[in-house]
């Protein structure tokens, strides 16, 4: 939003109204400037009414693989050819009037999803969470949701290229056999290969197939995004053979839990389950949670960024780095941990009043708790703090209750050599001439190397590259093979979660390309097998069976999971030199921060949308307002209000950020409750090479990574540019007028008065006369509640809504003109300080399905009606455009078709393999909205019509339900008293949104409960 520069003075200490709570979205709503108020009460925003004038070059810039698939015009659309096997049995599984749904799962960074599919007649178009499997427990992130986007980009590798132009599969075979007998003959001397972070037994059995055949070849790993930090932690805490453990943690049951920038709520690359496990324990209606005994567990998060953690937090604390060091040794300290002397103590950085209380909060809950606590440190905290954090949770008794320490899944050359340093290691080989032939199988190394490593410059004296990948990437373009790598959903495989449950990775489509897994290339390499299928089944024939037939195969195909592959978890003991080794290992980190000079330290993190550039191409992620800065397209450097104000910066101002030659530059965001001093950034943009939606988006910042500081520098100076650079963020767009629109209160003054909790209705008149006459509703009666004490902000129902309903992106110059398409967003509520809000909470918006509807009133051609059974509809044939009733609602939850994107496709061929043939493709000039997933009600109302019975509560589950990690959301028939949607409808927290607008939304919420420290045991 367009407006004057925001000083700090801008942010007064707020009054408090009636519920001694005021709520913010924006630091512009905050300041409350005149520009603010003209935006606010502006009917359509401004350029609203202009349409967009672009050239079919445009066009297939801005969509690249949402709508523009020529690229798969002429494809054979099949399943694989062998057996795959759905999750329920059918007898025709190519019946085309049916959808199938077959288990799988995918990885990310070492971590591993479970996913269950729908197949509509061959192809794979809606991806869920397998209830069966440990880590999803039925539940998804964006990363999955997005997935069926990657499937069918168009800018995928489509053939084998040799020197950037195109070849054949069978030319590099006929390469490959050559080099083949060449490593027989020199027992693999100048054979290096690269991977990814994994967990597959396969690919470790083929690599160690390789190794046990060519002794003399090195297999290295390497990931921008990984847990170095952590298992030199483990190291320093057990000792080196700890290393092969890694920590599962269950919320399920802590009472008390400290974040240590652990982001366990932002729904990314963390198992999902424990979103469950820790909502579950607040929940106090639609659950098992009940309100006479709530068991509601508190968190303490120590941050140095705003964090969806610290956001939900019911004591946060934000802070640099180096005070979280500090703050750990004190807390270790007073609850019993031998760590380091009284006299190391004292030198460290002094702390303020604040922190000190903090402190004696979280100590005294800790030792309440006791092995029913749970302490946890994110993979980008320093060894130092994670070896602090294991002995915390011995000296508490959490190892085997909250905290388990599980072998290791992800498959690694050497368990005592970081990711770095085996990076490292092969380019030093690379430079001297070691390296004959090197296989890349998937990342981007030459991208997100770090600094002080030069992979790119190595890369060129390999005579022979090879590069498996499914887009043209910067390290593809440097190599001499380019090989397409399959999609997850087209390639066999197997992969452990983090307790060791294995899945099978089955395919659900034959591959759309010429492309082969990393399976299949090792396989052909060691002339195993080039079939991923063979090679996943002699993986686990012992256990499985051979044979398309073998019961137990098809079973664990079905279910997702391989039964009985659980691990035990490991007894570990604190070092008995502990002391020792922690004081040494301060003495070097306290050496480290003072002799830095510079003004800021910059923490990294990878971007919660296109991870760390992997998911750049994809459109749908590149425009899903990213949490809390709601953000579109771009990344930025966070600044503090006192920082911003200190500098004279102000949002999408460019700066310098940097250190002697390492210099990068990024726009200004300014940040409520980031700590001062203090920049956040995230890197995976700023990629040179992509398909057309990830080129030339956005900044890079892995110029500022070194192998020694991955995750921070504190080292760094800013200086301020001249130059301005245009931000798309949503935070501002659809705000709505009116009291109380987001309600939260604490545990105890629940109850204290658990009938009518004050800070849930607050006084307020509501009218009750109506122009509307009343419906009796003799069927069904849909309604939906949202929990805001379960929803932690993770956007994963936006991006399921998207995927479920044809919903089109518009790229970053529409959003920027508030036309983004999406029909749920998520509001983002400040409460205190903009320096440091008291409160963060987020509120997904979708339609409210109005009884009394403004929208139906003002519709010159009603195509917004009322249905029998209070779906409020949007009949897309009638539309005309007229756009009154996004004017007369005041949720702003309608969304227009300025564009005409939907027409230009519809003429492309290959559409159909990415939408839904449930939901109607809607075109320019139409509105559209929520419909409350009406084609999942009416489907199901048929499948229960054709069986003779009633439908079941639960039965129908929308879109945004589905994928919630933290079953916020709740939808059933209002006309079923036993229904969990009537319960949570009922309930006493249960609030509609502008309720005093007398709309009387189906929509409600449930107002959030936090549960602080007022001197009693959780």
Sequence with gaps: MPGKKLQQSDFPELK?????????????????TEEFQSYLHREFPAQATEWLQCSRRDFLYLMGASFFLAGLHGCDLHQPEEMIVPAVHQAN??????????????????????????????????????????????????FAQAATLDLYDPDRLKVFQ?????????????????????????????????????????????????????????????????DDQQRAGTALAFGNNAKLTQPVYDFEKAAVILSIDYDFLQARDLPLQQIRHFTDKRRLAGGTNQDQNPQFNRLYALASSPTLTAAKADHHLRTDPA????????????????????????????QSEDERRWLQQVVADLKSAGQFSLVAAGREQPPLVH????????????????????????????????????????????EQGKVEDLFILGGNPVFDAPADIPFAAALKQVSRSYALSSLPIETSESCLWSIPDLHFLERWGDVRSADGTASIVQPLISPLYDGISALELLGTLVDESDSGYALVRSTWSDQLGT??????????????????????????????DFPTRISTALKKWTEEFQSTTGRFTVTFHPDPTVWDGRFINNGWLQELPKPLSTLTWDNVAWFSVSDAAELDLKNGDLITVGSGKEQCTLPVWVMPGQPAGCITACFGYGRTVSGRAGTANGFNIYPLRTSERMWFRPDLQVEKTEKRYSLAATQTHHLMEGKHLVRSGTLQKYQQDPEKPEFAHPPSPLPTASFNDEWSYEGHRWGMTIDLTACVGCSAC????????????????????????????????????????????????PCMHCEHA??????????????????????????????????????????????????????????????????????????????????????????????????????????????????????????????????????????????????????TYLAEVKNPNTGESP
């Excluded at 160690?208 to 002794?215: A, L, M, S």
């Excluded at 019961?551 to 570990?572: F, H, R």
């Excluded at 036309?819 to 008291?838: F, L, N, S």
């Design 854 to 1003: 403004p929208c139906e009133l003002v519709c010159p051609v009603a195509a917004t009606t009322h249905s029998d059974e209070g779906l409020n509809q949007m009949i897309y044939n009638r539309c005309v455009g007229t756009r009154y009733c996004s004017n007369n609602c005041p949720y702003k939850v309608r969304r227009f078709n300025f564009l005409d994107f939907s027409d230009k496709a519809l003429n492309e061929p290959g559409l159909q393999l990415l939408t839904n043939p449930d939901v109607t493709v809607r075109s320019r000039g139409v509105m559209e909205k929520c419909t409350y997933c009406v084609q999942r009600i009416e489907k199901s109302k048929i499948a229960a019509q054709r069986e003779e019975r009633p439908l079941r509560d639960g039965e129908i589950v929308t879109a945004c339900q589905g994928a919630c990690p933290a079953q916020a959301i709740h939808f059933g028939d209002l006309n079923e008293a036993e229904s969990r949607v009537r319960q949570t409808h009922d309930h006493p927290l249960n609030y509609a949104l502008l309720e005093e607008l007398n709309t009387r939304p189906r929509t």
């Design 16 to 32: 408090s109204s009636s519920t001694g709570v005021d709520w913010w979205r924006s630091l512009e709503e905050l300041a409350d």
């Design 323 to 350: 005070k979280i060091i500090s703050l750990l040794i004190e807390i270790a300290a007073q609850v019993g941990v031998d760590a380091v002397s009284k006299t190391e103590l004292y030198q460290l950085v002094d």
């Design 798 to 845: 936006v991006l399921a809504c998207q995927s479920e309903n044809n919903i089109p992106i518009v790229g970053k110059q529409q959003v920027a003109l508030n036309r983004e398409m999406h029909w749920i967003r998520v509001d983002t509520y400040y409460e205190g300080k903009a320096e440091d809000p008291e409160q963060t909470l987020s509120q997904p918006v």
């Design 547 to 576: 044979g398309e037939t073998a019961q137990a195969w098809s079973q664990a195909l079905a279910d997702g999971v391989i039964p009985d592959t659980k691990q035990t978890p490991e007894e570990l003991t604190i070092a008995e």
């Design 162 to 226: 040799r020197n950037q132009k195109n070849s054949s599969r069978l030319k590099w075979r006929r390469e490959l056999q050559a080099t083949r007998i060449h490593f027989d003959q020199t027992q693999g001397a100048g054979l290096r290969i690269l991977t990814q972070t994994s967990t597959s037994p396969t690919q470790q059995r083929l690599l160690n197939h390789i190794r046990e055949r060519w002794p003399q070849s090195r297999w290295y790993c390497y990931e921008p995004v990984n």
């Design 93 to 142: 599984q190519n019946h085309s009037g049916s959808p199938l749904y077959f288990n799988t799962a995918m990885e990310l960074s070492g971590s591993v999803l479970g996913l269950t599919v729908e197949s509509q007649m061959g192809r794979p178009i809606k991806i869920e969470g397998n209830p069966n499997h440990p880590s999803s427990l039925g539940a998804t992130n964006v």
């Design 387 to 430: 070896a602090l954090v294991y002995a915390i949770t011995q000296q508490l008794g959490n190892s085997g209750v909250t905290t388990h320490f599980y072998p290791s899944q992800q498959i690694r050359p050497d368990t005592t050599t970081a990711d770095t340093s085996m990076l490292r290691d092969l380019v030093t080989d690379m």
